[in-house]
């Protein structure tokens, strides 16, 4: 079993910048696929980034790229997103989300741990 939670959401101008944290719990932390996903008042969650157990290969969308960045510290069992260059078209609840299977596993079959997700609001 693992545990998410997520912080750092908040309320930020568009061309801002927001750090989101995930922490988690367990021994075997550095083994997951780590991922963020979102979902917009009245959307369905999409896929936002991941990123491999050891922090070698990333994959993001292509709404995010260049402005959005994962991260990931095996040491203190956590993964960073940080967004810059912020739209309101970014507002959102972000989750985090984990899986022992390799992310082209776990994006078909879908991530097995979810955390409670962290709001972030862009205004205009």
């Known amino acids: 079993q693992v545990q998410l939670v997520e912080s750092g959401g908040g309320l930020v101008q568009a061309g801002g910048s927001l750090r989101l944290s995930c922490a988690a719990s367990g021994r075997t932390f550095s083994m997951y696929t780590m991922a963020w996903f979102r979902q917009a008042p009245g959307k369905e969650r999409e896929f936002v980034t991941a990123?491999?157990?050891?922090?070698?290969?990333?994959y993001y969308a292509d709404s995010v790229k260049g402005r959005f960045t994962i991260s990931r510290d095996n040491t203190k069992n956590t993964v960073a997103l940080q967004m810059n260059s912020l739209k309101p078209e970014d507002t959102a609840v972000y989750y985090c989300?984990?899986?022992?299977?390799?992310?082209?596993?776990?994006?078909?079959?879908?991530?097995?741990?979810w955390g409670k997700g962290t709001l972030v609001t862009v205004s205009s």
């Open positions: 989300a984990a899986d022992s299977r390799s992310w082209v596993v776990a994006s078909y079959n879908g991530m097995a741990y």
């Open positions: 990123i491999s157990w050891s922090g070698a290969s990333t």
